[in-house]
């Protein structure tokens, strides 16, 4: 016995499986960057959310300013997970066709 449809849904379903197969292998290979303390501190992310390097200028090195350093790499690594998150929403919008599935852009990473 058939269900009418089933195997068009199982097609789609497959199609839709590549697709974000591909997506994600996409968003591994798009890097973002970000910085702060005006390029002091520059932080490289996957579009997966992977931190790929982070660069800090030798002037920014100080012993006795070290929290300053802690803080323009927390902010740096703060902005360039964003931008990989908006990165995989905007990809996530694309697959669904601007349909929203809660959760879906977190399954990027």
């Given at each position: 016995?058939?269900?009418?449809?089933?195997?068009?849904?199982?097609?789609?379903?497959?199609?839709?499986?590549?697709?974000?197969?591909?997506?994600?292998?996409?968003l591994a290979r798009?890097?973002?960057?970000?910085?702060?303390?005006?390029?002091?501190?520059?932080?490289?992310?996957?579009g997966r959310g992977?931190?790929?390097?982070?660069?800090?200028?030798?002037?920014?090195?100080?012993?006795?300013?070290?929290?300053?350093?802690?803080?323009?790499?927390?902010?740096?690594?703060?902005?360039?997970?964003?931008?990989?998150?908006?990165?995989?929403?905007?990809?996530?919008?694309?697959?669904?066709?601007?349909?929203?599935?809660?959760?879906?852009?977190?399954?990027?990473?």
């Open positions: 016995m058939s269900i009418p449809g089933l195997q068009d849904m199982l097609s789609q379903a497959q199609a839709f499986s590549e697709q974000f197969t591909r997506m994600r292998e996409e798009r890097i973002v960057e970000a910085s702060s303390g005006g390029g002091m501190v520059k932080v490289r992310a996957d992977r931190i790929l390097a982070i660069e800090i200028e030798r002037q920014v090195v100080d012993p006795d300013e070290v929290e300053m350093l802690q803080d323009l790499i927390t902010a740096a690594v703060n902005q360039a997970l964003n931008a990989a998150k908006e990165m995989a929403a905007e990809a996530s919008k694309s697959l669904t066709g601007g349909f929203q599935i809660p959760g879906l852009d977190t399954l990027f990473s």
